[in-house]
């Protein structure tokens, strides 16, 4: 519904336009039939300076004109001066005139000095420059002391790096020191574990570390241990010499006489 009054909103509006500019023809065409009739008397002349041929050309042209644009905004777009009004103080003012010189050239009537700073402006131009822009001379001193920067701080970061390469060995020491602790310290703790479980399962109840009967129960595990370890030692040297004696054996028993 809406889609059909748009259409028709916009038929309308294109059948107003029509005839608005077909008015305006019938318009123009009888002012030109009007003015081309030849004077018969005072009344028809008077008509006939009513309808100027003149009056009526600019009518037709302004008619035909669809641009919208004044006269003022008709030079400017074609390149031409246009008229502005020289009561205006802006028309005076330093910044308007070098806009004008820079759009129209010699055509604006313009002194081209007035493009060139005046002296109060040039001191402060070399005011801006000395205190914002650096020399060329001061540029090349930063640029020297920044690569002498640069160059003073990778020499430090190679010795930084030669010296603590130097200190790694110790270092690594260290580390492997403190984990052997770690470890021994971890084994502690599950050793004395497995007495404390093994102390419940034999005796029944729970005591704490410090308890006078733990001590001597984790005394003797360990003498335990300690027999335990010199058997295994035995074994596995007695073990060893049997192996190396079966061996000869076996070597004498395939030798030829």
């Known amino acids: 519904m809406a889609a059909s009054i748009g259409i028709v909103t916009l038929k309308f509006g294109k059948t107003l336009c029509l005839c608005n500019c077909l008015r305006s023809f019938s318009l123009s065409r009888r002012l030109l039939a009007a003015s081309d009739k030849p004077q018969q008397n005072s009344d028809a002349a008077d008509n006939d300076e009513y309808f100027d041929r003149e009056a009526v050309e600019k009518h037709i042209a302004k008619l035909r004109d669809?641009?919208?644009?004044?006269?003022?905004?008709?030079?400017?777009?074609?390149?031409?001066l246009p008229v502005f009004n020289t009561k205006r103080k802006y028309f005076y003012t330093r910044a308007f005139q070098?806009?004008?010189?820079?759009?129209?050239?010699?055509a604006s009537g313009i002194n081209p000095g007035i493009m060139f700073p005046s002296?109060?402006?040039?001191?402060?131009?070399?005011?801006?420059?000395?205190?914002?822009?650096?020399?060329?001379?001061?540029?090349?001193?930063?640029?020297?002391?920044?690569?002498?920067a640069h160059s003073k701080a990778e020499k430090e970061r190679i010795e930084r790096v030669e010296k603590n390469m130097a200190k790694m060995p110790a270092m690594i020491d260290d580390f492997q020191k403190k984990?052997?602790?770690?470890?021994a310290e971890s084994r502690r703790k599950e050793r004395t574990e497995q007495y404390l479980d093994e102390f419940r399962e034999k005796f029944?109840?729970?005591?704490?570390?410090?308890?006078?009967?733990?001590?001597?129960?984790?005394?003797?595990r360990i003498d335990e241990d300690k027999v335990k370890v010199?058997?295994?030692?035995k074994m596995s040297k007695k073990e060893a010499q049997e192996k190396i004696v079966q061996q000869m054996l076996e070597q004498g028993s395939g030798a030829k006489y």
């Open 98 to 106: 070098r806009k004008l010189f820079a759009r129209y050239g010699a």
């Open 204 to 220: 029944g109840f729970t005591v704490t570390l410090d308890n006078p009967k733990f001590k001597s129960f984790v005394k003797a």
């Open 230 to 233: 010199k058997r295994a030692k």
């Open 119 to 148: 002296k109060a402006e040039l001191a402060d131009m070399n005011e801006i420059d000395r205190d914002w822009t650096p020399s060329f001379q001061d540029l090349m001193k930063q640029i020297q002391d920044e690569k002498q």
């Open 179 to 183: 984990q052997q602790i770690v470890v």
């Open 66 to 80: 669809a641009s919208g644009m004044n006269a003022f905004e008709k030079m400017r777009l074609n390149g031409q």
